[in-house]
């Protein structure tokens, strides 16, 4: 049977997509970030996950607001990342497996998620940069992906709640693949971040703080929030935490945590970076 | 089981990109969609005014972006995701967005984030 091995959460901002072409990874506004990943790297290198389950959200590449669904679930062979509008260069397509795409989303449905289903699904940055950093080597590793968009572009969003019982609605399905895969699941985004009106750039540490805490322990204490106190303390893009209450949801074994970083800021952002493992 | 939909208190500084918005912002956002391909980016500076008139902006609209002014294309139904976008025609990023909108400098942005992790 296929087997959820762990969860892992980074900030995806597009600044870090830059700085990897750029390869500044000695610059020294770049060491506190970079100098988190290698641990997790080692670890992904040792457990060889053969399948990661990526929840990230289009930030209007993929969709626009002529069609938006709440929850989107990749069943396509292969997917592309394309221009996001600002001329970077368009990386290598990511290996789908579309086979478990369609038992996640069989079981999703069956158990009252009514997601769209995407046969053809352009990867933005909040997809390629976790998969850069964790991944340097990904066309050796050979590593397949299945992109979870959750919508956090267009209000209404679905609530901490309802993305975290997705979560575990995922852990479900992946459970009762029949393969023997050994998958990992990220989520990406976060932590708070403001990048519109006149209280762009606010960021709050002590909100982030608890969030990486109870996110390991005690995940059930964030799905109390709602969507707009989320956005109240953590800033309008901060809602990215929706992502990892997803991640979280998905692992259903005993979960403990194996490393983490936390640093501000990184564009207008507070990174943070989570790596759990998750026992049967 | 609260909703931000029924909460009604405003959050200084942010606008929720909620449907009453999505409605004002439609042409705006889907012009800056546009703006994903380097045709589109191509287009619009070739001739900005016939371009704001195919995706059909209003004079709010149209005068927001002639006047490169985030906040008021954000009153005008601006969602930030797409007007992103739009910043990067210039080569601008969300830091000199940001130091906009707040009236700072970017430097002085910037420090206010470094000041964040204290």
Known sequence: MAQIIGGITTSHIPAIGNAISKELFDDPYWVPFFEGYPPVRDWLADSKPDVAIVIYNDHGLNFFLDKLPTFAVGAAPEYHNADEGWGLATLDPYPGDPELSWHVIESLVADEFDITSCQEMKVDHGFTVPMSLFWPNRKEVGIKTIPVCINTVQHPLPSPSRCYRLGQAIGRAIESYDKDLKVVVLGTGGLSHQLDGERAGFINKEFDLMCMEKIVSDPEALTGYSIHDIVRLAGAQGTELILWLAMRGALTGTVSKLHGNYHIPISNTASGLLLLENAA | MTSYLHDA??????????????????????????????????????????????????????????????????????????????????????????????????????????????
């Open chain 2, 9 to 118: 208190e405003p959050i200084p500084g942010t606008t929720i990109f909620d449907g009453k918005m999505a409605i004002k912002g439609y042409a705006l956002n889907k012009m800056c969609y546009s703006f994903n391909d380097a045709e589109g980016r191509e287009a619009f500076l070739a001739d900005e005014e016939a371009y704001c008139d195919k995706f059909g902006l209003n004079e709010e609209q149209k005068a927001a972006i002639r006047n490169r002014n985030v906040l008021d294309m954000i009153k005008a139904g601006g969602n930030i995701y797409y007007l992103a976008k739009f910043a990067g025609i210039f080569g601008l990023g969300v830091q000199d967005v940001g130091a906009q909108q707040t009236g700072m400098t970017v430097e002085a942005f910037k420090d206010m984030l470094v000041e964040a992790g204290r």
